[in-house]
């Protein structure tokens, strides 16, 4: 049973340049979450999504981030025009919609994006 | 506001003994979750341990234990016989309850280094 899929693992762009972050949760699960993990902190929630739904984006920035889940396919976070604050780890997390399982998030590995 | 704080930037411990890594947490919900993971010099997130606020028990998985003062706002991780391989970051984190769904917020970390 596989895990959270995250790539890339290892993401560089330079300034201005489009970033696109993949996620596929867990089999069975239609939640999914992205966190980012800037250096020295701890996780900072982003958005949650269910497939083809945004539920919450509370956590992302205004401007040029923007998430999706549609019906096929994984999960994509899409920071456009990156600049080097954007530079941090992305993790994605998923969890079932009910079940003794659904309120624990499991987390993907994460892609590390640095911005030159 | 929700928020959760880890006090111990670094901790030390020798393999075979046992370590506590203190979290409290400020909430003025009545139902809560709470939460540990470790992060290993690679980067992804583990599930350690999960806590509901109106669970009677102090949770336990394996060497795992969470020992939660709902009167304090506390929940302490407690690892019994470390291991070299437990040497890791350490974040508490706790599910907002308001939303129904898996945002969390996360402390700054603990790191953990496990010496022979």
């Known amino acids: 049973n596989a895990g959270v899929m995250q790539n890339p693992r290892h993401l560089v762009r330079r300034r201005g340049q489009e970033a696109r972050l993949r996620c596929s949760p867990m089999?069975?699960?239609?939640?999914v979450y992205w966190y980012r993990q800037l250096p020295e902190e701890g996780l900072k929630f982003m958005v949650y999504l269910q497939k083809e739904n945004i539920i919450d984006e509370s956590g992302m920035p205004k401007e040029r981030f923007s998430a999706e889940f549609p019906k096929e396919g994984p999960s994509i976070l899409r920071i456009q025009q990156v600049v080097r604050g954007d530079s941090a780890a992305y993790f994605c997390a998923s969890s079932p919609p009910s079940g003794p399982l659904h309120e624990k998030l499991f987390f993907g590995s994460g892609t590390q994006l640095s911005v030159l | 506001a929700q928020k959760i704080t880890q006090t111990q930037p670094g901790m030390f411990v020798q393999e075979k003994e046992a370590v506590t890594l203190d979290c409290t947490y400020d909430?003025?919900?009545?139902?809560?979750?709470l939460f540990w993971y470790k992060q290993p010099s690679s980067g992804e997130m583990i599930f350690l341990i999960y806590?509901?606020?109106?669970?009677?028990q102090n949770a336990t998985e394996g060497r795992y234990s969470l020992n939660f003062q709902k009167a304090r706002k506390s929940a302490n991780l407690v690892i019994s016989a470390s291991q070299l391989g437990d040497s890791a970051m350490y974040f508490c984190a706790m599910r907002l309850s308001n939303t129904g769904f898996q945002k969390l917020v996360f402390g700054t970390g603990t790191r953990l280094l496990v010496s022979p």
């Open positions: 806590q509901g606020s109106y669970d009677e």
């Open positions: 909430t003025s919900d009545q139902s809560y979750g």
């Open positions: 089999k069975g699960h239609s939640h």
